[in-house]
């Protein structure tokens, strides 16, 4: 596995009011709701999260935004063949901020591989429409979004599911755009 469900923990709580011991199990971030059984006392328990997993998502957070930087000062050179490895960056860098999460960190595993999945996609087709022209990798993107959506559906949490589609609704625009330019380019508008 890429990331292990984290391992529940025990908590023991002593009641403020009579003193009763209660034992309580739970998983990092979770907050339980409690009322001691011996004096119906109610409260809550917070269970905190391990500072490394902090860190792995601040990390892969700046990560991302150093990404972005990047492709976009790529971008601003205007140079032909660092332009394709700026927009790579740039799509690379939101895919990680925006699909990972502390949700997806935490609940699922299969998320986590379909991120991995989805930034080695981007890698192949970087390499594989190689010296053609943009519009193509842009879309060749957009397919492998569409098949990413479509055949892991079923495997996703729902948090992953409606980020995954602002993407591919933002890829989906830009497809429109794409196809616009080559009908009025074809019909001499």
């Avoid at 790579?88 to 939101?94: C, M, P």
């Avoid at 925006?98 to 390499?127: C, H, P, Q, R, W």
């Avoid at 190689?130 to 098949?147: A, C, W």
């Amino acid at each position: 596995m890429l990331f292990k469900k984290p391992k529940k923990e025990n908590k023991i709580f002593k009641c403020p009011r009579c003193g009763f011991v209660i034992n309580f199990v739970g998983e990092p971030s979770e907050k339980i709701t409690i009322q001691c059984p011996n004096c119906s006392q109610k409260g809550f328990i917070l269970f905190k999260k391990k500072n490394w997993e902090k860190r792995f998502l601040v990390i892969s957070k700046i990560i991302g935004v150093i990404q972005i930087l990047i492709g976009i000062y790529f971008l601003l050179i205007q140079t032909p063949k660092l332009e394709k490895v700026g927009i790579t960056l740039i799509i690379i860098g939101v895919t990680i901020i925006f699909l990972i999460t502390e949700k997806t960190f935490y609940n699922s595993v299969n998320d986590n591989y379909i991120i991995l999945g989805t930034i080695m996609l981007i890698l192949v087709f970087f390499f594989v429409t190689g010296k053609s022209n943009l519009e193509l990798f842009v879309v060749m993107i957009f397919i492998g979004l569409l098949i990413i959506k479509e055949v892991t559906e079923e495997y996703t949490s729902v948090l992953f599911k409606r980020r995954m589609g602002i993407l591919f609704l933002a890829f989906f625009l830009i497809f429109l755009a794409i196809v616009g330019k080559r009908i009025i380019t074809i019909l001499h508008i």
